[in-house]
Structure formats: C-alpha cells, structure tokens
C-alpha cells in the first residue's frame, strides 16, 4: 500500500525501542546480557498530511511508547522519524523544543496533565509564551478564541477557572485547546477520550474531528477503544508486542480483518443488534512478556492458525488486498 511521499507528513523507518532492565550486581559483575524490554521493535508507517491514524491494540502492545517516541517525549533506540522530510529523531535540545510547537501531544488524564493551581486561560497561553508568539493581549485573545472553539463557553468566565472548577469533558477541553494553541500541524492523541463517559466521548471525537478540520490538522490517535477508532480514523494499525501486524483503512479493516490477531480484537467489539453475531475466534493463554518475546511470528503462541513456519520465521509486513498485512497465511513466498 504505497502512499505519494507528496502527501506524507510523518513517515516512520525501523523505530527501536528497548529499555534494559536493571539486573543485580552479582549477574553485572559476571557480565551476563542485561535483558531489555522490546517496547517497539522495528516498526515502520507513514502518515499522510490530513489523514488520522489509529494505533490499536491490547495494554503493553507498546502503543503508547509509540506516541511518545515519535514527538520524542521518549528517546528512540534506533530509527528514524522524518517529519516533513525533517530528520527529528536527532534534532539536539534547542531544536526540538523550537520544533515541539508543530507536534503536540493529547494525554489520557486530563486532571493529571493540567497544573491544578494555575487558571486555564494561563495554562492554554502557556506554551505561546515559551514560544514567544505573540503580545500578552494578543495571547488572551488567541485563548479566549480556542474557548470559543472548542465550546467553553463563556469563555471570558472559563478563562479564570481552576480544572478542578471542570467537569472532565471541560478539562479535555482545555487540554485540546491547549494542544493546538501554537497551530501545530500534528497531534499525538493517546487514549484521549478513555476516561470519559460514553456519552461525553462522543462529543469529545466530534470536537476532535472538526478541529482536525478547522486547522487542517493530522492526527495519530492511539487507543485499545475500536468503537472510537472506527469513528475518527482513515486508516489503522494494529500492534501486537512491539510490532505492527496489520495496517489498512478503516472501512477494510471492519469489513474483513486479515491478521488472526485483529480479528480477534474485532471479535471483542460489540454490535448493537442481538441478532447479528460475530464468530468469535479465541486467543490461547495471555500475552507473553516483551523480555521473553516469541521466536518467529510474536503471535504464534496464541495464534489458532499457528503452522511450523509461524514459530520458526518472522513474517514480514507485506501488502495483500490493498492493505499490510504480517502473517505467514498472507505471504506469498
Ligand atoms: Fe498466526 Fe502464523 Fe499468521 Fe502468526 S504467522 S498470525 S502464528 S498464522
């Protein structure tokens, strides 16, 4: 599935992310290999100008390490991330603080990434400050626009609150406000809506979506929350231990998964209609220990389609049906 390198604004080339483990003295002394968590392990994806991409997949796929590696919260072990066609895995200090006004990142907890003793309007101009866009005026008024945006309404009153004085819908946002304040020209939305009530969910992706289009925006938007992912996002890719094992568009991926592995994550998707079912197939066992990650395909310990080869040979990301795809069923070797 080849896109124009025209339209692509962040394309992401062999991304390694290993954190060694601490080991005792005594094993140090003797040498032994310190053992490392394989948090991403040799991931490659692009994403078009515009385009939401979803990263999906089970807690400990590494998903979230993803995000962060790429707007650099997290240091890569090795790979690249070009953003328009700029380099950034090794942009030094200064650099990439100037560049971090392009790139920005929506958290989980909205209570837990706002300063809860500054007011709103100073925590959504705060990043226009460090930035020095702008006269103080100016800012307030950039501010009290986003408000309007984003429907904190009054803004003039919301603008002197505390998030404690918000509901947690307000609080998303102020933190999406915050995030866009610099017009940047991609966000990293990690489980942005997943501690929301349903009802408020929806209104979140809404806004979400009509900011994206608004500012002209694109988004990685990760979450273990198909339903969420099916709404907001172009294309897809699902994740398992460290390795993308499917990428294709939403509409595809929900008429007819191809990997073993997301057509059991789409078995754990409820329909709203008791009389349609979905054939379930089931994992076996859980989800190994990314120190101990399998030999072959990563899957082939749970996999019910498990062959020889699965064990033995790691199946490469190839395209089948217009879409990515790794898993030996598929490859046409
Ligand atoms: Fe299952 Fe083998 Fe495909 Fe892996 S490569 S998903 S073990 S069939």
Known sequence: MQVSTKQVLLSVENLKKYFPLKIPWTQALLKRERPTVKAIDDISFNIKKGETLGLVGESGSGKTTTGRVIIRLI?????????????????????????????????????????????????????????KIGTPAERKEKVLSLFEKVNLIPAKEFFNRF?????????????????????????????????????????????????????????????????????????????????????????????????????????????PDPKLKRSK?????????PINVPSGCRFHTRCPYATKICSEEEPELVEHQGRLVACHLFDKK
């Open 281 to 289: 197939i089931i994992p076996k066992g859980e989800i190994p220990s």
């Open 163 to 271: 998030p404690r004085q918000l509901s947690g819908g307000q609080r998303q946002r102020v933190v999406i406000a915050r995030a866009v304040v610099t017009n940047p020209k991609f966000i990293v939305a990690d489980e942005a809506t997943a501690m929301l009530d349903v009802s408020v969910r929806s209104q979140i992706l809404k806004l979400m979506i009509d900011i994206k289009e608004d500012l002209g925006l694109t988004y990685l938007f990760i979450t273990h929350d198909l339903a969420s992912a099916k709404y907001i996002c172009d294309r897809i890719a699902v994740m398992y231990l460290g390795k993308i094992v499917e990428i294709a568009k939403t509409s595809d991926l929900f008429k007819e998964p191809l990997h073993p592995y997301t057509r059991i994550l789409m078995g754990a998707v409820p329909i």
């Open 75 to 131: 240091e890569p072990t090795s790979g690249r991330i070009l953003f328009d066609k700029k380099d950034i895995s090794k942009l030094s200090k200064e650099n990439l603080r100037r560049a971090r006004k392009d790139f920005q990142m929506i958290f989980q907890d909205p209570m837990a990434s706002l300063n809860p003793y500054m007011r709103i309007g100073k925590t959504v101009s705060h990043p226009l400050e460090i930035h």
